[in-house]
């Protein structure tokens, strides 16, 4: 039986330590005290008893936690990726992610979108290629890799990548995007997320399929080119010049002019999904 004054004082010491640990918490930087607050990946992996290493790398990681509200503004237009910014606590984090936790595909896929918008679409290639060994079966990897490698001038590699996406279920994809918390960090940040997801994946595949019948013309595979526009581009809004054009120079066995490459490269850029 514990004598009353060590009970007591053992209560004491439990008190004292619960106390300084809130005045403490209260006491932290903004940024930390938002890990607690607004942080899914925290949260999802304290879900996670059994997983006491993962707990300790994510809190480290979540110090650095930024405000991922500006990727939502990707997400829907509202704002195109900066340089400065990105290459700030945003590079940051999901560097510090792969360090930690090398086995997880969204982490690399994420850093790969921020090495492209610092200007480093060759290491942008590596980790969005990571993530495809990791996770073959995430539309989004395959698809920034190809955007990459067309817009390098690679246009059989790109084609290569860009066919495997028609094989990809959008229900996988979308199941991926909704269950992973480094991805929930982004979306949940959107007003209606679970549309706009599913609108963008659709834009995406569009999207793939401009550049794989691109790449087909380029090559000379012309039947091919032009099965692909009549399944996707016909009665396409979206891109609907580029479409008709690129059909247009299919039939009639022209070379395709720079102009529309320009408008390709303006227009189908890479994206976080």
């Known amino acids: 039986m514990i004598p009353v004054y060590k009970k007591y004082s053992l209560l004491a010491l439990f008190f004292f330590l619960g106390v300084t640990q809130l005045i403490w918490?209260?006491?932290?930087?903004e940024n930390f005290k938002s890990v607690w607050k607004n942080n899914l990946l925290v949260a999802h992996i304290i879900k996670q008893h059994n997983l006491i290493e993962e707990k300790s790398k994510i809190l480290?990681?979540?110090?650095?936690?930024p405000g991922l509200s500006y990727f939502a503004h990707f997400i829907i237009g509202d704002e195109r990726p900066d340089k400065g910014r990105i290459g700030g606590s945003f590079h940051t984090y999901y560097q510090m992610a792969v360090d930690l936790m090398p086995n997880i595909d969204a982490a690399h896929f994420l850093l790969g979108f921020?090495?492209?918008?610092?200007?480093?679409?060759?290491?942008a290639r590596l980790q969005f290629e990571?993530?495809?060994?990791?996770?073959?079966?995430y539309f989004w990897s395959y698809y920034n890799l190809g955007v990459i490698y067309f817009k390098q001038g690679d246009f059989l590699q790109s084609a290569v990548i860009l066919?495997?996406?028609?094989?990809?279920?959008?229900?996988i994809t979308l199941g991926i995007l909704h269950q992973d918390p480094f991805y929930q960090q982004i979306w949940h940040y959107l007003d209606d997320p679970g549309q706009i997801l599913e609108s963008d994946l659709s834009e995406g595949k569009n999207d793939a399929a401009l550049l794989l019948a691109d790449c087909f013309v380029k090559a000379g595979a012309r039947p091919q080119a032009l099965q692909i526009i009549q399944h996707v581009g016909q009665g396409s809004i979206r891109h609907k010049e580029i479409w008709d054009r690129l059909k247009k120079i299919a039939v009639s066995r022209q070379s395709i002019t720079d102009d529309?490459?320009?408008?390709?490269?303006?227009?189908?850029?890479?994206?976080?999904f």
């Not at 480290?60 to 936690?65: C, R």
């Not at 529309?260 to 976080?272: S, T």
């Open 25 to 29: 918490f209260w006491m932290a930087p």
């Open 260 to 272: 529309i490459d320009r408008l390709i490269q303006e227009q189908i850029p890479v994206r976080l």
């Open 60 to 65: 480290t990681i979540s110090y650095y936690y």
């Open 130 to 137: 990571k993530s495809v060994d990791l996770n073959p079966y």
């Open 114 to 123: 921020c090495e492209y918008y610092m200007g480093n679409p060759d290491e």
């Open 163 to 171: 066919n495997k996406t028609f094989t990809l279920k959008n229900e």
